[in-house]
C-alpha cells in the first residue's frame, strides 16, 4: 500500500475489539475504536486490554480507543460494529464527523428500524459509499488468530480491493460479491434458519434429519434471497453457506441457542428480551413482506412456522412434521 489509511471502528465490543486488534498488529494503519464505554477506552489504552471482552488478551500497542466521535473526522474507512437497532442512529448522529469521501463497511448483522437493510437506509441519507463486511465469525475465534472470513459487499470493486491489500498476511481472508443487498439481507436470514435448526437439533440427535433440515433451510434462503432481489451466488460467499453454517450448527450462535431453548420447551419472552436475537424481529418482518406476494405455508414453510412459533400458542412438537 503507497500510504496508510487512518481506520476507524465504531465499536469496541468483542468484535470490533478482535477486528481491530487484527489490522493494528500488522502497524501498517493507524487504528482506533470509537466507544461510548469509558471503562472500556480507558482499559484499552492503559492497559492494552479490553477488560469487558477479552481480559486475558494483550491488545497491540497500536490499537487505539476514544469516546470523541471527532476522530471520525479523518478517517478514511469506517467499520460499523455495533448492533444493528443502533446502527443508523449512530451514524447520523455522527455525521457531521464523517468525511463525505470515508468508506463505510457495515458489520451488523440486522434490519435498520425502518426494516430495509442498514446499508440500503444509511445510503439514502448519507453520500458515503456503504459496504457490506459479513462472514462465519466468532470474535473469539479471530482475536486468536484463528483463520476467518469475511464476504466484502461493494457496489465499486475498489473498495473490495482497499482491504485486500489492509488484511494481506492476516487472519482474515476475504471474497467479493456486488450483490451488497444480497450480502446484507443473508446476514440477517441465517439468524432466522439457525433458530430453526436449533429447534430440530432439540429434539432429534439425528445427523440424517440435520442435513435433510439444512437442505431444506439452504434452498428456502435462497428463494427468499432472490424474491428480495439478491443474486443467487451471493449464498456461496462466506456470508452465505459459510455464515449460515456457523450459526446454524454451532452452539456458540446466539439464534442457535434460543432455538435449542425453543425445542426444549425452556423458551418464555423473559428469556428473549434478555438477549439481542435479531433472528426473532426478523421474522416478522420478512414473512409480512414475502405474505403480501407468496403464499407462506405453501412457498416458504419453515419460516412460515416460525412466526407462528413466535406469536401463536404454538405446539413445538410438530414443528419439524409441519416442515418436512
Known amino acids: 500500500m503507497n500510504s496508510e489509511l487512518n481506520i476507524a471502528i465504531i465499536g469496541a465490543g468483542s468484535i470490533g475489539t478482535a477486528l481491530g486488534n487484527v489490522i493494528a498488529r500488522k502497524r501498517q494503519n493507524p487504528v482506533t475504536m470509537l466507544s461510548v464505554e469509558k471503562d472500556v477506552v480507558q482499559s484499552v489504552n492503559d492497559s492494552r486490554s479490553n477488560f469487558k471482552y477479552f481480559p486475558n488478551i494483550k491488545l497491540s500497542k497500536t490499537l487505539k480507543a476514544t469516546t470523541d466521535p471527532a476522530i471520525l473526522q479523518n478517517a478514511e474507512l469506517i467499520f460499523l460494529a455495533i448492533p444493528s ?66 464476504t466484502v459487499g461493494a ?50 440427535n439425528s445427523p440424517n434429519l440435520r442435513f435433510l433440515f439444512l437442505t431444506k433451510a439452504f434452498n428456502e434462503m ?54 439481542v436475537l435479531e433472528g426473532k424481529i426478523a421474522v416478522s418482518a420478512f414473512c409480512e413482506q414475502i405474505s403480501k406476494k407468496k403464499k407462506l405455508n405453501g412457498d416458504y414453510p419453515i419460516i412460515s412456522e416460525l412466526h407462528k412459533v413466535f406469536n401463536e400458542d404454538y405446539d413445538v412438537s410438530s414443528f419439524v412434521n409441519k416442515v418436512i
Not at 464523517?98 to 441519507?125: R, V, W
Not at 443487498?181 to 432466522?192: D, F, H, R, Y
Open 85 to 150: 437497532n443502533v446502527t443508523v442512529d449512530y451514524v447520523l448522529t455522527q455525521k457531521p464527523f464523517i468525511p463525505d469521501n470515508a468508506i463505510l463497511y457495515n458489520m451488523a448483522k440486522g434490519f435498520s428500524n425502518q426494516l430495509k437493510t442498514i446499508t440500503e437506509t444509511l445510503s439514502a441519507k448519507i453520500p458515503n459509499p456503504v459496504c457490506s463486511f459479513k462472514g462465519p465469525t466468532f470474535a473469539r475465534e479471530l482475536i486468536h488468530k484463528l483463520p476467518t472470513g469475511f
Open 155 to 204: 457496489e465499486n470493486i475498489k473498495n473490495y480491493n482497499v482491504l485486500e491489500e489492509i488484511f494481506e498476511d492476516t487472519p482474515v481472508h476475504l471474497d467479493y460479491s456486488n450483490d451488497v443487498k444480497g450480502v446484507e439481507l443473508l446476514s440477517i436470514l441465517k439468524n432466522i434458519y439457525a433458530i430453526s435448526m436449533g429447534i430440530v437439533d432439540a429434539q432429534f
Open 222 to 275: 435462497k428463494n427468499i434471497l432472490l424474491e428480495y432481489g439478491g443474486k443467487a451466488d451471493t449464498m456461496f460467499r462466506y456470508c452465505g453457506y459459510g455464515d449460515f453454517s456457523l450459526t446454524a450448527l454451532n452452539d456458540l450462535s446466539r439464534n442457535r441457542t434460543l432455538g435449542l431453548l425453543i425445542g426444549k420447551g425452556f423458551f418464555t419472552n423473559d428469556i428473549s428480551d434478555k438477549l
